[in-house]
């Protein structure tokens, strides 16, 4: 990864304008998303554009891909992004609060790497409100906003997907099940097959089922990818 942005197999996702950079959350989220059989995707949070255009590489050319953010210098880069890539014409990106956005159609699949952190209020009074700060903490889309809104977006048969830190997977679980979006699937992921769980990834739709339940590894050692990872993303990483 370079300081202008990241390399993938089929186009270039800059990252100049965004607080945050292309990571490993959003390329493991996007990589594990299945939006083969989706008509209408919507990316939560989309900063770059990252996760619109890793869907729209494997959705069907038919398929209607919408990233809203309330960064105005995230909607620019994410644009620019969607334009030097080869799904221009499906991509659009618009500045609004997931709050506040409306759609003509329900969405198939929504997708969001959305903020992970509680707010912390002294350091915010003390570093002031960055455009990074409202993207990892819990400000502008708290996780009942969050949900709720996804409940009325997603059509009767879509999913939502996610990722999330291990610290808010559990109270994710009791506010999903309160708008009556079940978790059917999960993704624990270890950085190492010997360390503690980090991150979930997470499937909801309206249909209550049993949840499928999985493990990742990122890393076999450290400094090396494990055989796991390498094949969820390979149609992503250069070196995969």
Known sequence: ?????????????????????????????????????????????????????????????????????IVPEAIKQAKKNAELSPWSAQCEFHQTSFQTFTNQALFDLIVSNPPYFTENATANQVA????????????????????????RLLSETGSFCCVLPAESYRLALDIAHETELYCNQVVNVRSLPET?????????????????????????SAGHYSEQYRTLCKEYYLNF
């Not at 002031?128 to 409940?151: C, K, Y």
Request: with cysteine.
């Open 128 to 151: 002031g409100m960055s455009d990074r700060t409202l993207a990892r903490q819990t400000l502008s889309l708290g996780h009942r906003a969050l949900f709720e809104n996804v409940e």
């Open 196 to 220: 503690k769980v980090i991150r979930h990834l997470l499937r909801f739709s309206r249909i209550n089922t049993v949840t499928e339940e999985e493990e990742l590894a990122i890393y076999q």
């Open 1 to 69: 990864m370079s300081s202008l942005g990241f390399q993938l197999k089929q186009c270039f996702i800059e990252h100049t304008g965004c607080a945050m950079k292309v990571g490993t959350d959003s390329l493991m989220l996007g990589s594990w998303v299945e939006p083969a059989t989706a008509k209408t995707i919507l990316d939560v949070g989309t900063g770059s554009g990252l996760l619109a255009l890793m869907l729209a590489q494997r959705a069907s050319i038919r398929c209607k891909i919408i990233g809203i953010d």
